[in-house]
């Protein structure tokens, strides 16, 4: 069981849905994402998701790809964002950490040099998104056998017939992204993402967490209340781009927690 696995088992035996916040290693420098890190668990962040900076992001809108170019400006690497979980797990050996970003930097480390780096600095999950499944040989495989979740994407593209591949290796949770588009494009609408996470819900056992286009804690209590949980990335990313000190951005985040809890 991983510490993904047993945060899920604690929310259930809880009665309690799943906030997850997303940011970007090094950003806007090493010690102040260092200092958000430390200080999500206490805003209420059950699973934190780490962006590995990269040059060419395909999935993400203007917010995080400028947070990523700021922290690749800032001289933040693979090498210092594994060095940076490994800071944080030193307080904190329970909050599950996932690994968020692009095969690219993973490659031209090794497959085999990332996933034992990534598990002794204390990483429990990867989202991929240039991965598909049919390419689950390369890292997903090798990820799981390592003793780390691979969380795979399904969108509102993801057709019945397409999902029980989408499926198939996938473990830890389902990120069920909430509109068609990038990061921080359009508002998530509850109505639309109930009937699609029964949909998946009807192929698996995992909890379903939806993301994209959450920025409020009304927001995120609606879709956690549609789901097993949020996730919110461009809206905390967001507030530390606009300069803002990090206690009032995990207050900002502590509000967002606050509002999936409650769904």
Known sequence: MTRI????????????????????????????????????????????????????PMADGPTIQLAGQRALAGGQTLEKTLAMAAAFRKEDDTTPIVMMGYYNPIYNRGVDKFLEDAKAAGIDGLIVVDLPPEEDDELCIPAQ?????????????????????????????????????????????AADVAPEVTRIKKQTDLPVIVGFGIRSPETSRAIAGVADGAVVGSAIVGKLADGMPVPEVLAFVKGLADGAHSA
């Open 145 to 189: 056998k390592a003793g780390l979740n691979f969380i795979r994407l399904a969108t509102p593209t993801t057709d019945d017939k397409r999902l029980p591949k989408v499926l198939e290796n996938t473990s830890g949770f389902v990120y069920y992204v909430s509109i068609t588009g990038i990061t921080g494009a359009a508002a998530a609408e």
């Open 5 to 56: 696995d047993a945060k899920f088992a604690e929310l259930q035996a809880a009665g309690k849905k799943a906030f997850v916040a997303y940011v970007m290693a090094g950003d806007p420098d090493y010690d102040t994402s260092l200092e958000v890190i430390r200080g999500l668990p206490g805003a209420g962040v059950d699973i934190i998701e780490l962006g590995m900076p990269f040059t060419d």
